[in-house]
């Protein structure tokens, strides 16, 4: 089946504790990106990869790192977490750039509270 | 700043009725739009695209498209309780990557909460 998995799907914290959310999906898709998403502000881009080792920053870099080793993985590292990192995360795949492609696959989401 | 504008409702239709949504984004040079279903508390789901001026229907869902106007609309005919969900319009802005590689980010917008009475 294909899909995008994340993990964990809820973590609580505080602030200053590093955290990684993981972010795998199994469709040798080239294009990945995360997105967080608050009320009042919809979803908005951190940082998206176009393939293995090229990642670029979204709207919103501020606070978050990515790596990208491997095509299958792409996780979201959070150094030191603030409480406005509190946020709902999706993970996002496709073949191609989302903006010109029909296919864009969606993880579950993480629900992240920093305390 | 390219921006993807929506109302966010409610907007509330009755069982059965034609649920009109808007959407008009402000980058000109966009080529790509897109409507996202998303449920309370799940992760948006692609319903729509739409790359050219005018109509697309698939079953239930039209996408319209007007890029003199920069609007993209969404119409659900017979709408269902099971359609409450928000809507997110996207639209592809702003070049990325080179070559074969090369295409649009996707600039969301906050999303129509629409909810569908029995």
């Known amino acids: 089946e294909a899909q995008v998995t994340q993990n964990p799907r809820y973590l609580i914290t505080v602030t200053g504790k590093k955290l990684t959310v993981t972010c795998s999906q199994n469709?040798?898709?080239?294009?990945m990106s995360w997105y967080r998403q608050d009320p009042g502000l919809g979803l908005r881009q951190i940082y998206y990869?176009?393939?293995?080792?090229?990642?670029d920053k979204g709207d919103v870099p501020e606070g978050y790192k990515v790596s990208r080793k491997e095509k299958r993985n792409f996780p979201l590292i959070l150094e030191s977490p603030s409480p406005n990192q509190t946020s709902l995360y999706f993970c996002?795949?496709?073949?191609?750039?989302?903006?010109?492609?029909?296919?864009?696959?969606f993880g579950p989401g993480t629900r992240l509270t920093v305390l | 700043q390219k921006e993807v504008e929506q109302n966010s409702g409610p907007l509330s239709v009755p069982e059965g009725a034609i649920a009109s949504l808007n959407c008009t984004y402000s980058?000109?040079?966009?080529?790509?739009f897109f409507w996202y279903r998303q449920y309370s508390g799940k992760s948006p789901e692609l319903i729509m695209s739409?790359?050219?001026?005018g109509d697309k229907e698939d079953g239930r869902f039209t996408a319209q498209l007007n890029k003199a106007s920069q609007y993209v609309s969404l119409l659900i005919r017979d709408s269902q309780p099971s359609d409450s969900a928000t809507y997110l319009c996207?639209?592809?802005?702003?070049?990325?990557?080179?070559?074969?590689?090369?295409?649009?980010?996707?600039?969301f917008g906050k999303g129509t909460s629409l909810l569908v009475t029995p």
């Open positions: 996002a795949s496709s073949p191609r750039l989302p903006g010109i492609t029909d296919t864009q696959y």
């Open positions: 469709m040798n898709h080239e294009y």
């Open positions: 990869s176009m393939n293995v080792e090229v990642t």
């Open positions: 980058d000109r040079g966009s080529q790509s």
């Open positions: 739409i790359y050219s001026n």
């Open positions: 996207a639209a592809g802005t702003g070049q990325v990557g080179s070559g074969p590689n090369s295409g649009y980010a996707l600039n």
